[in-house]
Structure formats: structure tokens, C-alpha cells
């Protein structure tokens, strides 16, 4: 099987002399598809970097990223823009949808940039959204619709149409419990139809929904949780839940 | 093209959202191109017509006989060669209490080419003999009106009508009906024919033939002088398209203003998948989406202005205006350049956007801070650069200005307040060391955010600018005590009109008019009445409405080696005239012919021939431009073989004058005949600068959430 996510001894250095930073170390990471990695670590470990940088949003230092066994090293930027629309979808803690669209206008978005009709477009946001329950909000514009309202519609815009890398940046660190709990429980839906996600959370009873957890301390990965044998494995009863 | 569509889609509802941030920008360029389409129908309606004076001719042929039969001859000469003509009589008669004779014309009213010079504003056509219609001016003169009788030419004529030349508001004439008309001293003939044609006329049919200034080629005219006009208009807006691109830089500002506080924005766009050119694409749909706003608001605007005020200028343009009647092509080129403007604008904001990495936009981080001391650089030496050129292109003292040079400067000057605004940022911040915590926070975060507070800074300081210049350039035309075209205490009766033409009246009507200004100054407290002559080349001579008028030497500047501009008309310096201005007649020196305080190469001018210089003798006088402050000395008259002839009287209080004893004197001058000029009190400059600080005003204080 494929990687979905496959980043080689991954660094990336900020600035230059005394001001220079770096953020990632060599940091190795393999996500496939149906699989949902959490990141851990402590402020400024290079947790939103890896993400960014999976993203292809950011130009690595050294190593190699591949999204779907494609490099991102010689890719132009409207290669990455491309591959963004089409494979990877993004959430990020505050401020994910863009205002003057409504819901369905920003989740069907990817879909119209890659040149899909408008009316089709809005067809398969609509879906999107029915999917997550949002269907009654298709045309609310996001100032009329609560944080976690926006958060979910945040999440079918990740993976409208054929998306198959979902990057999820504290997407419930500005969320209440309840909610919070809600987005993950998304995030971990989309992962059983064959996504590969990677979130990044401070919280570790929310990263206990994923498949595994790496740990980043000064931009290295000191640790992870081991493979689960399987996705039936999934479906145990966690206590408390 | 979906995508594109999605795009300017959300920036169409961004626009929505949040136009008051742009309300700098929306406000100025809608007032650019409002002020721009006002002034394009304005100019387009200003430019008088060739149709007051040929109607739908090509040609005009003045025809002057003293004999009828001489004049028929001519008239069927001139029929016989150009076939079909329209033909005009005009006959001068005098009128009581005036220095100025009336013209009696006889004109068809449905001729072959005359039509437009003529329309009926009231009452009917007169159609029979003792019938006569008048314009509105000769009806006040006359004391008349529809019905009333008027006594001309030695006949009480009933009044059937008021009539008038639309194309020439000024053409007073009383029109009578021709079958019933005495023999005409003069006949203007209107053909329409090829150049070539009416070049061929025989010599025998005699007459000055005129040919219509916009028929210069082989191919008939059609109507009006449409290209005139349209020329004008073009030049309106190639003018208007300068303060368009003054704007524009103040746009681009406010884009950048715009572009930096949707940074983030655009980074969630770029991380959905936008290129590079949809983020480009989405400020520039917003550039175009303010112009097309500012296009339509202010193309409105100026229309609905235009057609409230529109018929308010025909006094000033001396001919009737159709308010209708409009440049479409060229109101439709300033919308699309307000368009392309804001578009243009957009481009650089569009271009800078869409380069900042996407975690740097989503982050919305102000972007590193580029030394300012490159931009303040290059502001300097564009302020120097600008200064220079305005400095070079005005020639104060020959009044006269280099446009290109002057466009130039001020296009510097406008480039360099955008460069020099974020050292004006970073030097306010380093000065706000020692202020309250409040203020300090305010400036260090200005000085953070120096790429948008340096463009917001830039855009409302130029948007200040324009007023603030508007105000500057009126309050320096301001005249003070000692400028202007006349002191407060002094009025100017003139005989005739203002132009350095004198009529020669009869020495009783002289007298008469004499009276009527001691009468006036009679009201006035302890004034001084001093006669006024002019110098006449007996040589020189002009025939108006049948009457003969003399161009008064006037002395000039040469301010170029084929332009000579007027400084004033010369007036003969009698002992009574130099005693008034203070000036002792011994100390004139015999050799000179001109006493003046003007400066320059001086030349004599409304002369026909060259003439030669004068020998000047400068003297110390206000420089009044219309009171006698040019004189031309007794040797300097017999020197030249001139001849002096009266030209009116300078009225002097003691006090300032009222607006009750100007307005007396308006009515005094307008009931004998005469023309009278007060102090110009320049009340339109007052109202300009009134509007401009207004307008200032509300830009500094709502136009910048």
C-alpha cells in the first residue's frame, strides 16, 4: 500500500546567524491512507511546521516530502496549488472559512477553483455538508453560524470531492469539550473512508482518537505510539466514552 | 474561467462586506470622474457653435454697399454662381439714449441655411409692415415687451415677438419682415458650397468671403462644428485623465491598505488551493469593482449636476445649450478609464500580495519592514526633482507656464509622499519614547504595521493634497488691496464696451454722457471725475452692426517670439489724469512714449503693421489691470501720429464703495448707454476654497475606518 504521507528526514531551519532557528530535525513520518496520526509536543516543537510543510505551504530545508508518492522538491507553486485543491485539505484552529461565501460557497470552493461548474460544484459541497448534518446551513454566511458549526464546515471543505490527506492545525483548540469532541469524531469518520489525517493537538484525550501519536520536542521526533494492528481495532470500547 | 468566476465572485461580496474601508478611494474617484464628466458636457456645450454666424452654410459673403441696386447685383451675381443662397439684411439705426445703433435684419425665418441662427422665443414672426420682433436685450433697452409699440427708424413698429440667434446669445437685433423692410446697408449671404467653388468666385460679385472654420476640405460640412467640440472635450479629459492618474496612486495606497488587512484571507485562499493569479486576480477584481462603482456613481453624479447647472452656463457661454445633447462616446471613455484606473491601481497591491508565502499570509504577520531609508531616498530626490520642475515650468512673472514641466513636478511630488511616508512612520514611532503608554503602543504599532499604515498615511496625505492645493492656488490668486482689476473706491464708465474698441460718438452725446457720470458721482462722497482718452491709429478702423469703432494702442509683452499678451490699454497721460495718479507733468521725460510699471520687452499692440517699441519711463504705480496705470505721453501720440479719443471716465471716492452705489452705477451706465467695471471682489475664488476645505474636512475625518 501507498503512503499517503511520506516525509524523509524532513528540516527546516528560519533566519540565519544568531537568529537562527530550527524548527525540524530529520523528522521522519509515514501517514497512509485510512490512518489518523496525532502530534504532540510543547509550544514551538515544530508541530504547525510539519504540518505546513506536509502541506506543501512551506519550502522545506532538507529531506523530501511525498504526497501521494508525488515529491513536492520540483513541484512549481501552482503544481502545490493544484495538488492542494485536489488532495489535501486543511483545518486550522480560528479563521477557516472566508467571509462573503456562504457555507456551501466555501466548502464547494477547492471544487470551483479546479475548474468544476459552479452548479456541480455546489452540488458536492451540498453533499459535503448533508454528510456532517449541515445541510440546513448551506446558505449561512460564517458570521451567522457558532465556532463549531464553522469548525465541521471547515472539515467538509477538507474533504470535498477527492481529497485524500486531511491537515488539521488545534482544529478544537478553540472549541468547547462537546464540540471538540464532535470535530474529532469527524475527523475520525473521514479517516474509515480512507483519508490519511494528521492533527495537531495539545490535548491528549483528543489525540487518543487516532491511530497513533508522534511526539516532536525542538523540532525532533522523540517518540510515537506503535502501528494498531488494524482498524477493527478501532472500534474497542475506550473507557470513559 | 469557473475558478476566475468563483473568485471575483468573493470579491465582489469581500466588496460588499467591507466597502467603508475603501471609502477614500470610492469618494475621490467618483468626485474625479464627476468633476471629469461635468467638465467634458461642459466644455463639449461651452465651445460656441459656427452655426451662430453660418447657420448650416459653408460659406459666408458680407456684402457692403451704400447704393440698393449695387447691392442687388451682387446678390444676383452671387445667386446666379452658387445657385441656392440665404440672404440677410442689415440695416443701423440709431436708438435714443444710446451710443450703440440697433441693427434691423431681415432674415427668413425658414431660409435655405439661416435657420439655426434664429428661433422665435415669444409672440409670433413679424409678417407685416409697422411689425417688428426684438431680442430680450433690445426689448429691456427699448423698455418693450410682446404688444408693446417702439419707435425705429422713424416709425412706431409694433412688437410681435422676441426672437434671437440661439448660436449667439449676444447677436442683439431687432427683426423685421423683409417684404415690408427699408433698403438694408449691409447683406451677409450664406452659400453652401466646395472650397474649390468658392474660391472660384468672380472678382465682380465682390464682398469678404468667409469660409466656415471646420470646412477646410473639398467635402461639404455637415452641421455644427462637431469636431470643435469634440476636440475640446477630448482635451477636458486628456486633462482630467492627469488628476485620474493622481488618484490612482492615491488608489494604489489605499489598496495596499486594502491587500494588508485581507492578508489572512488570501492565505486560506492560497491553502484551499489558489495560484498565484487568482490571489492577483482577486484584488484586481476589487480594483475594477471600486472603479466601476466610481464610474457609474460619479458619471450620475455628473450628469445629474450637468443637467441641474447646465442651462445656468448659457449666459456664460453665450449660446443657447441643449443639456441633452452630449459626448456619449467620450462620457463612455472617462467610465471605462475610471475602470482601468482602479484596475491599473489594483495591479501593484495584486502583484506584492500575491508573493508573500502562505504560512507568512496566514499567519498575517506584518511583513518584514524593508529599510526606509532607500524609499526616503528616493523621496527626496523626487521632491527635489519635483520642485525643480515646478520651480522651472512657472514663469511668474511672465505669467505663463510649461505644461509638461508642470505635470511633471507635480506627478514627482505626488510619487514622492508614498516613498517618504514610512520614514514619516518610523520617525513618529522613534519619537514616541517618552509619550504615555497609550500613544506609544499606537505609534511602535503603526511603525510595525509599516507596510499598510505607510500606504494609509500616503493615500489620505494625497488625498488631503488636492484640496489643500486647491485652497493654496485660490488663496495665492487672491488679490490683495493693491492687485485686482480696480481699488475698492474706484469705478471705470466706459463708452461702448470693455474691449479696446471705442466707438466715436456725436460731441453732443459726449456731453451727455458726461452729465450722466457727474450726475452719478454727485451721489458719492468728495469724488474725483477724471475724462479718460485713448491713443487710435486714424488708420485703424472696424465696422460693427453699421457703426465704426476704433482699436485703442494697447501696450503688450512679448512673452514669446510670435505671441505678444496684453498688459493694459494706453491712456493719453493729460495733466488732470497724472495729477490724480500723484505724478508731477515736468518730471516726464520729453523722449518717452509710455509711463508704466509694467516690466518685460514691451511692445505696442492692437495695431495693425508692426510697430516698433516704445521708449518707456517707468513709473511707480498699484498694479490695477484695468484703471489708467499705462499711459501713452503727448510726444509719444504725435511721435506715432496717433490721435486721441474719448474712452470713458475713472470715478474715485474718497471711501469704499457699497453694493447699493455699484449697483446705482450699473444702472446709471446701463440706462445711458455705457459699460461700467467695479473691484472684482472674486467672490467664485471664496467659493472654491470654501468647498475645498469642506471637502478636506470630511476626507480627514470619516473617510478612514
Request: aromatic letters at 4%.
Amino acid at each position: 500500500m501507498t503512503a499517503m504521507l511520506e516525509l524523509r528526514r524532513v528540516s527546516k531551519v528560519y533566519g540565519s546567524g544568531p537568529s537562527r532557528v530550527q524548527a525540524l530535525c530529520e523528522v521522519d513520518l509515514t501517514v497512509d491512507g485510512g490512518e489518523l496520526v496525532a502530534v504532540m509536543g510543547p509550544s514551538g516543537s515544530g508541530k504547525s511546521t510539519l504540518l505546513t510543510i506536509a502541506g506543501s505551504l512551506e519550502e522545506l530545508s532538507a529531506g523530501e516530502v511525498l504526497v501521494d508518492g508525488s515529491a513536492l522538491a520540483g513541484m512549481t507553486r501552482n503544481q502545490r496549488a493544484r495538488l492542494r485543491r485536489r488532495l489535501i485539505g486543511y483545518v486550522f484552529q480560528d479563521f477557516n472559512l472566508l467571509a462573503g461565501l456562504t457555507a456551501v460557497e466555501n466548502v464547494a470552493l477547492p471544487l470551483e477553483l479546479d475548474g468544476l461548474g459552479q452548479h456541480a460544484a455546489r452540488a458536492a459541497g451540498v453533499a459535503a455538508l448533508d454528510e456532517l448534518g449541515l445541510a440546513d446551513q448551506a446558505d449561512r454566511f460564517p458570521d451567522e453560524l457558532s465556532g463549531g458549526e464553522r469548525q465541521r464546515i471547515a472539515i467538509a471543505r477538507a474533504v470535498v470531492g477527492d481529497r485524500r490527506l486531511l491537515l488539521a492545525d488545534e482544529p478544537t483548540g478553540a472549541l468547547d469539550s462537546v464540540n471538540g469532541e464532535a470535530v474529532m469524531r469527524l475527523l475520525r469518520a473521514a479517516c474509515k473512508r480512507g483519508v490519511a489525517g494528521v492533527v495537531v493537538t495539545h490535548d491528549a484525550q483528543l489525540a487518543s482518537w487516532a491511530d497513533r501519536v508522534v511526539f516532536l520536542r525542538d523540532g525532533r521526533a522523540v517518540d510515537q505510539t506503535a502501528r494498531p494492528p488494524g482498524p477493527e481495532s478501532l472500534l474497542a470500547p475506550r473507557p470513559g466514552r | 474561467m469557473t475558478a476566475r468566476r468563483a473568485v471575483v465572485r468573493w470579491a465582489w461580496r469581500l466588496f460588499r462586506r467591507e466597502w467603508r474601508q475603501q471609502l477614500l478611494v470610492l469618494a475621490l474617484l467618483t468626485l474625479a470622474v464627476a468633476a471629469t464628466i461635468f467638465g467634458v458636457s461642459a466644455t463639449y456645450n461651452l465651445v460656441p457653435s459656427a452655426d451662430a454666424r453660418f447657420g448650416t452654410a459653408t460659406h459666408r459673403l458680407e456684402l457692403d454697399r451704400a447704393d440698393r441696386r449695387g447691392l442687388d447685383a451682387q446678390v444676383a451675381a452671387v445667386r446666379a454662381w452658387f445657385g441656392t443662397v440665404d440672404v440677410i439684411g442689415r440695416r443701423a439705426v440709431p436708438v435714443p439714449g444710446s451710443v450703440e445703433p440697433l441693427e434691423l435684419r431681415t432674415q427668413d425665418p425658414q431660409g435655405a441655411y439661416g435657420r439655426p441662427m434664429l428661433a422665435l422665443r415669444a409672440g409670433r414672426w413679424p409678417s407685416a409692415a409697422g411689425e417688428v420682433a426684438v431680442t430680450d436685450a433690445v426689448a429691456a433697452t427699448l423698455q418693450t415687451q410682446v404688444g408693446g409699440t417702439v419707435a425705429l427708424d422713424r416709425r412706431a413698429r409694433t412688437v410681435v415677438g422676441v426672437v434671437e440667434n440661439p448660436g449667439d446669445l449676444e447677436d442683439e437685433f431687432a427683426l423685421v419682415a423683409r417684404a415690408h423692410a427699408d433698403p438694408p446697408t449691409a447683406v451677409t449671404v450664406l452659400v453652401r458650397a466646395t472650397a474649390e467653388r468658392a474660391a472660384a468666385l468672380p472678382a465682380d460679385a465682390g464682398g469678404r468671403l468667409e469660409a466656415r472654420p471646420a470646412c477646410h476640405g473639398a467635402v461639404l460640412c455637415a452641421t455644427a462644428t462637431q469636431s470643435e467640440r469634440a476636440t475640446a472635450a477630448a482635451g477636458a479629459l486628456a486633462l482630467a485623465t492627469v488628476v485620474l492618474l493622481l488618484v490612482a496612486l492615491i488608489a494604489a495606497a489605499g489598496f495596499v491598505v486594502v491587500a494588508q488587512r485581507r492578508l489572512r484571507q488570501l492565505g486560506m485562499l492560497a491553502a484551499v488551493g489558489a495560484t498565484s493569479r487568482h490571489l492577483r486576480l482577486v484584488l484586481l477584481a476589487n480594483g475594477a469593482t471600486v472603479g466601476a462603482v466610481a464610474a457609474v456613481a460619479g458619471t450620475a453624479t455628473g450628469l445629474v449636476a450637468w443637467l441641474a447647472v447646465g442651462g445656468r452656463l448659457e449666459p456664460l457661454a453665450g449660446h443657447r445649450i441643449d443639456r441633452l445633447q452630449l459626448p456619449w462616446w467620450l462620457i463612455g471613455a472617462t467610465m471605462v478609464l475610471a475602470v482601468v484606473t482602479a484596475t491599473a491601481a489594483a495591479w501593484w497591491p495584486a502583484r506584492t500580495v500575491a508573493r508573500i508565502p502562505v504560512t507568512v499570509a496566514l499567519s498575517a504577520r506584518p511583513p518584514r519592514p524593508k529599510p526606509a531609508h532607500r524609499s526616503a531616498l528616493a523621496a527626496g530626490l523626487l521632491l527635489v526633482i519635483g520642485v525643480a520642475s515646478l520651480a522651472a515650468g512657472i514663469d511668474s512673472v511672465h505669467d505663463r507656464a510649461n505644461p509638461l514641466l508642470v505635470i511633471a513636478g507635480t506627478m514627482a511630488i505626488v510619487l514622492a509622499i508614498p516613498l517618504g511616508s514610512p520614514l514619516a512612520i518610523r520617525a513618529a514611532a522613534a519619537a514616541a519614547g517618552r509619550s504615555p503608554v497609550g500613544i506609544r503602543l499606537a505609534l511602535r504599532d503603526l511603525a510595525r504595521h509599516r507596510a499598510r499604515s505607510g500606504a494609509a498615511l500616503a493615500a489620505i496625505s494625497l488625498g488631503l493634497a488636492i484640496p489643500i492645493a486647491i485652497v493654496i492656488a485660490a488663496t495665492a490668486a487672491e488679490h490683495t488691496a493693491g492687485e485686482g482689476n480696480l481699488s475698492d473706491r474706484q469705478l471705470l464708465f466706459r463708452i461702448g464696451d470693455a474691449e479696446p474698441l471705442v466707438p466715436e460718438p456725436p460731441p453732443a452725446e459726449l456731453e451727455r454722457l458726461g452729465s450722466e457720470v457727474d450726475w452719478f458721482a454727485a451721489t458719492l462722497d468728495q469724488p474725483a471725475v477724471i475724462a479718460l482718452q485713448v491713443a487710435v491709429n486714424p488708420a485703424d478702423r472696424e465696422g460693427r452692426n453699421g457703426q465704426i469703432l476704433r482699436p485703442a494702442v494697447v501696450l503688450g509683452r512679448q512673452v514669446s517670439e510670435h505671441t505678444v499678451r496684453d498688459v493694459g490699454v494706453l491712456y493719453l497721460a493729460t495733466p488732470e489724469l497724472l495729477g490724480s495718479l500723484g505724478l508731477d507733468p515736468a518730471t516726464i521725460d520729453p523722449r518717452a512714449d509710455v509711463l508704466t510699471g509694467q516690466t518685460g520687452e514691451l511692445r505696442f499692440a492692437n495695431l495693425s503693421g508692426p510697430g516698433t517699441p516704445p521708449t518707456v519711463q517707468p513709473i511707480q504705480l498699484p498694479a490695477y489691470t484695468s484703471a489708467p496705470t499705462s499711459l501713452v505721453t503727448s510726444n509719444g501720440l504725435r511721435r506715432h501720429g496717433w490721435q486721441p479719443r474719448p474712452a470713458g471716465w475713472l470715478v474715485a471716492a474718497r471711501t469704499p464703495l457699497t453694493g447699493a452705489q455699484v449697483a446705482r452705477a450699473r444702472q446709471v451706465a446701463a440706462d445711458a448707454g455705457m459699460t461700467v467695471e467695479a473691484r472684482d471682489h472674486q467672490a467664485q475664488l471664496t467659493a472654491i476654497r470654501t468647498g475645498a476645505t469642506a471637502t478636506g474636512l470630511l476626507l480627514a475625518l470619516g473617510s478612514w475606518p
